[in-house]
């Protein structure tokens, strides 16, 4: 019998998250004051963001503790378990070994667990009592909602229209778990009625929902607001996939030559890349890095590396970043988790540094591999998830026609049981294949901040 699950121990979940700044050859530009264009300080980020956080944001320290109350309740789905993707190689008929780290087995079905229990923890004992926040796909909605009752917060989710009319079950889900949902853009925010004026039919964006959020965030002082991706924390909160990942292929008796994840704001990549990025930084390892994004909304591959806000109404602080514009609206892909105009500004310095590479796919040829890769190991993945998918089956075809027996890891960032309208319109063949739009993009770059 040859091993399929490497699992961990209870015992051997990190006690401490990786924090990749402190091995970062060059430093990364400082994100900046909209009102100033001065360098934030933590005073600019206080109005909506607990303290701890914010010094996670800037720590030089290479290893941070997780509170003990957050190492207990990642006891709930921690560790998760590493597959050897035995059926798919066999179906593919490839010598490549793949390996993949199965987030989906969270309570909410994905890797924002993570994160959202560790942010709603440091809420709380900052005696904050409302997180207001957006969602994409809506996983991020649900680990918040869940995070904010097991800390006693009450949660606020403006959910990007599309999503809202396309997972209603996500919806549901908040709701069961005590969290209010609200579609965005909507009439309770002025960012929101500026949308609604322009554009009473808008299928909504991550940018809008977060400029939503934070302008609700702002009007209490128990009311903070939270971000599932993008910023240096979450990424942080995010590596203890990449640090079971590395005892589990440790396990395994392997070393991964490739390492994949998609990428959205850059979060779960971050978590599975980050501990690997860390080894190739500091012992000169040659492992190759790909983060993965749809073609209708390609940050990393298409867009600019430039100062920008992480918004659409310039609430937030200018960060240097690959962005397409904070005025981008992406076509409405399945995978609404990856529909964000900017990217993880340290995601977008480590590619600037050549420590990781891009990779764009359309979303019928992502479904297709989704598909193929159910059909031989029975998990039926977040559209999200199904790009990462897309890459690692094509690692492992280069390798078969190479005659190569590569290692392969990727991130497998959710499960699509509640998504699976994506998949009745991929079956029926009604999934259309986006290109950006490259007048729009052009005329959202034209409002770039000026820095
Ligand atoms: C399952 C899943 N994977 C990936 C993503 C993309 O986000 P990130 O790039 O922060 O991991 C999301 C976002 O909603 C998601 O739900």
Known sequence: MKQVKFMLDEDRIPTHWYNILSDLPEPMAPSLNPQTGEPVGPDDLAAIFPMELIMQEVSDQREIEIPEEVQQYYRQWRPSPLHRAYQLEKALDTPAHIYY????????????????????YYNREAGIKHLITETGAGQWGTALSLAGAAM???????????SYNQKPY????????????IASPSNQTEAGRNI???????????GIAISEA???ARMRDDANYSLGSVLNHVMLHQTVIGKEALLQMEMAGEYPDVVIGCSGGGSNFAGISFPFIGEKLRDGKKTRIIAVEPTSCPTLTKGTYAYDFGD????????????????????????????????SPIVSHLHELGQIEA?????????????????????????????????AINEALRCKAEGRSEVILFNLSGHGHLD???????????????????DEVKSALADLPSV
């Open 101 to 120: 780290k199965y987030e989906g087995c969270s309570p909410v079905g994905s890797h924002k667990l993570n994160t959202a229990i560790a942010q709603a």
């Open 152 to 162: 006693g917060i009450d949660v606020k989710v403006f959910m990007v229209n599309v």
């Open 170 to 181: 996500r919806r549901a889900m908040i709701e069961t778990y005590g969290g209010e949902v």
């Open 196 to 206: 609604l004026a322009e554009h009473p039919d808008s299928s909504g964006s991550l």
């Open 214 to 216: 934070v302008e609700v």
């Open 312 to 343: 659409v109404a310039g609430l937030t602080p200018m960060m240097k970043m690959h962005t397409l514009g904070h005025g981008f609206v992406p076509e409405s892909i399945h995978a609404g988790g990856l529909r964000y105009h900017g990217m």
């Open 359 to 391: 990779q764009a796919f359309a979303q019928n040829t992502c479904f297709e591999a989704g598909v193929q890769f159910a059909r031989a190991e029975g998990i039926v993945p977040a559209p999200e998830s199904t790009h990462a998918i897309r890459s």
């Open 420 to 438: 699976m309208q994506a998949y009745m319109d991929f079956n029926a063949g009604l999934l259309e294949d986006h290109e950006y739009e490259v």
